[in-house]
């Protein structure tokens, strides 16, 4: 007989770039002609075609029991219309497994975007919203061959929900 599924809470804090550091960068408007330096994101795109493209994602609630990573590139993403989103990540690592302690959530404004570390683990993004289009910059084949999920309730009987 399986065991019931114990669902955990996880408190969205708002995004800023000291707390989002372990995960990526937050990124955000600057003035026209400032030049390239570490504010900007700092893109590992190398390991094959780029592809930045329009994702439409319907409301999906904020509960998930899988996160996933990408190993062979960065990914940025954030929201049109500047819509807020919520976002769960842990740091990259070299297990096939995320650290649940380092495990956080963020409440992301509508007004930048984040940029996910090589092989930082991200479920999302959730928010309240019917239907939110989502710009993405990531591999062409990203989620083919670069898609590592893991499961928390085959492994843990486990799920998170994202509160506010």
């Known amino acids: 007989m399986r065991e019931s599924i114990t669902v955990q809470q996880l408190t969205a804090e708002w995004i800023t770039q000291s ?16 030049t390239y330096d570490e504010t900007d994101a700092q893109l590992n795109l190398k390991n094959g075609i780029p592809r930045f493209y329009i994702m439409r994602l319907n409301k999906r609630g904020r509960q998930f029991n899988k996160i996933t990573r990408h190993v062979q590139c960065t990914q940025c993403l954030g929201s049109l219309e500047g819509k807020e989103w919520l976002m769960a990540v842990a740091p990259p690592s070299e297990s096939d497994e995320p650290d649940m302690e380092k495990l956080k ?18 479920a999302g993004p959730y928010f309240d919203d019917e ?7 990531e ?13 928390f309730s085959k492994s843990k009987n486990l799920q998170f929900e994202i509160v506010i």
Not at 105 to 122: M, S, Y
Not at 131 to 137: A, G, S, T, V
């Open 139 to 151: 591999l062409s084949n990203t989620n083919i061959v670069d898609h590592f999920s893991y499961d």
């Open 19 to 34: 707390a989002f550091q372990p995960y990526g960068q937050v990124i955000s408007a600057s003035t026209d002609g400032k």
């Open 105 to 122: 959530a963020f409440r992301i404004p509508g007004n930048c975007f984040i940029k996910l570390e090589v092989g930082t683990w991200h």
């Open 131 to 137: 239907q939110i289009d989502f710009y993405n910059l």
